[in-house]
């Protein structure tokens, strides 16, 4: 199984920083099989980007992702309010299973 | 907008069988674009890949895909007439406690059976106690 590890655990900044979220696997992820979840508290993750760089339908042009083979980033240029979440990644290249990162938590400086 | 919903008993006791049902509003299960799948969510495990099925229209079957570690217990079913999907873990312990999502998942057509999931459910917590 493709293990992710996601860094850092928790990170805190205030509304209109730029955050940067890091993603690595212990082996390569083929053809950048690789997805970005939001949580919020008491709801369903909701997909924000797939295939590395590739934005779910409805989502802001602030989230953008990036990187191959063991190093995924995902960063949110300019942070609003309503991004202050628990972000997941998501490989789904080497399957079964499909496995996910342990969650970086954005909180509100 | 497609919608999805879990419904199911919230209380299992152990060595029982949970099982739960996905009704899928807004758009036909029978879509050839699309796969369907649960996944599961505990604090000690974090999310968890359960299974997908694949729903074919030609041959009105289904062809599931499980995670490894929990194929020897799970089986995922399809039911056309209801719109439906269901879970069902047998032998469930306490290790088996969490949230479960019912998912959909898109579908290529490259003959790859395990992507990324685009439309989730709120999901249903499950408890198993005695």
């Known amino acids: 199984d493709i293990l992710l590890t996601q860094s850092p655990g928790t990170l805190s900044l205030s509304p209109g920083e730029r955050a940067t979220l890091s993603c690595r696997a212990n082996?390569?992820?083929?053809?950048?099989?690789l997805a970005w979840y939001q949580q919020k508290p008491g709801q369903a993750p909701r997909l924000l980007i797939y295939g590395a760089s590739s934005r779910a339908t409805g989502i802001p042009d602030r989230f953008s992702g990036s990187g191959s083979e063991t190093d995924f980033t995902l960063t949110i240029s300019r942070l609003e309010p309503e991004d202050f979440a628990v972000y997941y990644c998501?490989?789904?290249?080497?399957?079964?299973?499909?496995?996910f990162g342990q969650g970086t938590r954005l909180e509100i400086k | 907008q497609l919608q999805l919903q879990e419904s199911g008993p919230g209380l299992v006791k152990p060595s029982e069988t949970l099982s739960l049902t996905c009704t899928v509003s807004?758009?036909?299960?029978?879509?050839?674009?699309?796969?369907w799948g649960w996944i599961r969510q505990s604090p000690g495990e974090g999310l968890e890949w359960i299974g997908t099925?694949?729903?074919?229209?030609?041959?009105?079957?289904?062809?599931?895909y499980y995670n490894p570690s929990l194929k020897s217990r799970v089986m995922i079913s399809v039911d056309t007439s209801k719109n439906q999907f269901s879970l069902r873990l047998s032998s469930v312990t306490a290790a088996d406690t969490a949230v479960y999502y019912c998912v959909r998942h898109p579908n290529y057509g490259y003959g790859y059976y395990y992507y990324y999931m685009d439309v989730w459910g709120r999901g249903t917590t499950v408890t198993v106690s005695s």
């Open positions: 807004g758009g036909s299960i029978s879509s050839s674009n699309h796969f």
């Open positions: 082996q390569s992820v083929a053809s950048n099989y």
């Open positions: 998501h490989q789904y290249a080497s399957a079964p299973p499909t496995t």
């Open positions: 099925v694949h729903y074919s229209g030609s041959t009105n079957s289904g062809t599931n």
